[in-house]
């Protein structure tokens, strides 16, 4: 399983259309493109409480149903004395990198850099974007590939989330 965290900076664009330029583009993208990576396959996004709560006063009561349904709501550092949503949210993603791969979608990627983590990646939305184009061509052309070949052998690498693990978390480490 995958799951994608989205920073203030990033929730904010999405929820605000008066976040105009290139920058807002490029993250109203990303997170796009990370809900379809959700409809598609075994990925989880997790929206942190304390940003939920900044958020939720922009969204009409129909968008904030469907908020709390789609998205996980974490609220581990709610309440918490000394809370910071960067530690908040580096915390969340090495609780769920013990069992499953962490991609945090942030502008500063230095602030959510989880040194010796091979399962947390942090990435901006422009970088996103790009590996979410790779991502799609592959497995375009590897659904082309079973079509010619019903027979073919599936391995782990050909599949959605052997896919997702190879382009945004193996090409990582070279």
């Known amino acids: 399983m995958l799951h ?4 203030l900076e990033i929730m904010k664009t999405v929820t605000d259309k ?3 330029g ?3 583009q ?3 993208q990303a997170f796009e493109k990370a809900n379809d990576l959700k409809s598609m396959s075994n990925a989880n996004l997790i929206i942190e409480g304390v940003i939920y ?3 939720a006063p922009r969204l009409k009561e129909e968008h904030k149903k469907t908020f709390e349904s789609f998205y996980t709501i974490d609220n581990t550092g709610k309440n918490t004395p000394d809370y910071n949503i960067i530690s908040t949210i580096n915390f969340i993603a090495k609780r769920e990198a013990k069992v499953d791969c962490v991609i945090i979608l942030t ?9 010796g983590h ?4 942090a990435i901006n939305p422009i970088d996103f974007i790009a590996k979410m184009v790779k991502f799609n061509k592959l497995y375009e052309s590897y659904l082309d590939y079973l079509k010619a070949n019903p027979q073919a052998k599936i391995y782990k690498s050909q599949t959605l989330d052997g896919l997702i693990e190879e382009i945004f978390f193996v090409e990582e480490l070279v």
């Open 22 to 24: 290139t920058a807002a």
């Open 26 to 28: 490029s993250r109203r």
């Open 118 to 121: 091979k399962r947390i990646v």
């Open 18 to 20: 008066n976040i105009v």
């Open 4 to 7: 994608i965290i989205p920073t």
């Open 53 to 55: 709560d900044r958020i």
């Open 107 to 115: 502008e500063n990627v230095s602030r959510h850099a989880v040194a």
